[in-house]
């Protein structure tokens, strides 16, 4: 199943992609919808309920951030092998995580506002949507507790990720995160068999990675995060990107104004994102 959240008529709600657009489903976004009992059970049962008449057209809905209220977003870092023995690392025992806002989520053609920073980079990410409450989880209940997985980019200003020796500040900017266009439950797409994460800029493809050099699997890092801290359905994981960032190029390259970035996974979709140098007044 592809899920999205769309605005159509002045409403927000989680939708079904089906043939010629999406199914509205009974809840206000995706990250709502899977805090559901038997979430699936109510897709199919809207599924099979459905008339024709009930479908939005693709070209008459909105396409937004599809869990738009997680009361958690981690993100993990250094966690392609290629990309971190390339850079002469050895491969971490544990991942290196960190944490975002939600404020930090974004819609998957937003555009991303940067004007406080010099140095806007970008990093191109499969996310994962946490589906039914994980604590002490072992990979398996982790695996089965997956909702499906997203496209992400971790947006990051590196100025100010290089001001102290904690990235917080220089990955929490609000809004730098699109996240989309669908998720894509787990029966249709398998990272740990491999999918491709890419990233171009105006056009000059500048990352692309693969999922299965991941050294942390998505069920991996939930396990792990979830032994020092609950996660719960509509929950946001953001797994690594892969090697080609800007600030690791020589010299270094980082966003300018009216820069284009394309985001895409296959099978899930692309976020499409113009970049703004201007300083952001959005409240």
């Known amino acids: ?10 409403r927000t709600t ?5 043939a010629g657009g999406y199914l509205p489903l009974p809840a206000r976004d995706v990250g709502e919808l899977v805090g559901h009992t038997d979430w699936q059970a109510l897709v199919r049962e ?20 599809p869990v738009p209220n997680p009361r958690k977003v981690i993100c993990c870092g ?5 990309h971190i023995l390339e850079m002469g690392r050895e491969l971490p025992q544990y991942p290196t995580l960190f944490a975002k806002f939600a404020d930090t989520l974004t819609d998957p053609d937003a555009e991303i506002v940067g004007g ?8 191109a990410e499969l996310a994962v949507i946490v589906g039914s409450t994980l604590r002490d989880a072992t990979e398996e209940e982790a695996a089965a507790a997956i909702a499906g997985y997203t496209v992400a980019n971790d947006i990051s200003m590196r100025d100010w990720q290089r001001r102290t020796l904690q ?11 699109p996240l989309g266009p669908v998720m894509v439950t787990p029966d249709e797409i398998d990272p740990e068999a491999g999918v491709e994460v890419i ?17 942390f699997s998505s069920a991996k890092l939930l396990s792990y995060i979830s032994t020092f801290t609950v996660l ?46 201007r300083i952001s007044t959005t409240v």
């Open 116 to 123: 406080h920073s010099e140095n806007v980079d970008w990093e």
């Open 46 to 65: 809207t599924l099979n309920g459905h008339s024709a008449p009930d479908v939005i057209a693709r070209e008459e809905a909105t396409i937004l951030n």
């Open 232 to 277: 719960r359905p509509g929950d946001v994981v953001l797994t690594g990107t892969p090697g080609g960032v800007g600030m690791g190029m020589v010299p270094p390259r980082f966003l300018k104004d009216g820069d284009e970035l394309h985001t895409e996974i296959p099978g899930i979709g692309t976020l499409s994102n113009k970049f703004s140098a």
């Open 1 to 10: 199943m592809k899920l999205a959240t769309i605005r159509h008529a002045g």
């Open 78 to 82: 250094l966690n392609y092998s290629d």
């Open 199 to 215: 990233c171009t800029l105006n056009g000059e493809e500048v990352q692309r990675g693969n999922t299965k050099t991941l050294v």
């Open 14 to 18: 989680a939708a079904l992609e089906v």
């Open 167 to 177: 990235w917080f500040q220089g990955k929490a900017f609000d809004g730098t995160t």
